[in-house]
């Protein structure tokens, strides 16, 4: 069992810059592909980036693209999500994710976080 916990969501102005991070313990992290979700109230969880064990391949949603960066620290078991240029729009709790190989579709991930919620003031 992979545990998942995720960190440092919050309030911030539009234009600015928050990063999240997500511990993981209880399994061997860099065996697993590592994404980012987030779920805005009366949506649909969607995808928002993803990064395979080794950190060289990432994907991003196109709505995030050239804004986010997804990466990963196998030495201390994390992935971050830097977020730049917010918008309010962006406003979700985001959740982290981890399964075995790449995947868009939330359904197929098998671990997740408690999410932690960020909020984009205009």
């Known amino acids: 069992q992979v545990q998942l916990v995720e960190s440092g969501g919050g309030l911030v102005q539009a234009g600015g810059s928050l990063r999240l991070a997500c511990a993981a313990s209880?399994?061997?992290?860099?065996?697993?592909?590592m994404g980012w979700f987030r779920q805005a109230p009366g949506k649909e969880r969607e995808f928002v980036a993803g990064?395979?064990?080794?950190?060289?391949?990432?994907y991003y949603a196109d709505s995030v693209k050239g804004r986010f960066t997804i990466s990963r620290d196998n030495a201390k078991n994390t992935v971050y999500l830097q977020m730049n240029s917010l918008k309010a729009e962006d406003t979700a709790v985001y959740y982290c994710?981890?399964?075995?190989?790449?995947?868009?579709?939330?359904?197929?991930?098998?671990?997740w976080g408690q999410g932690t919620q960020v909020t984009v003031s205009s």
């Open positions: 994710a981890a399964r075995r190989r790449l995947a868009w579709n939330p359904y197929e991930y098998d671990y």
């Open positions: 209880g399994g061997t992290f860099s065996a697993y592909f």
């Open positions: 990064i395979n064990w080794s950190g060289g391949d990432t």
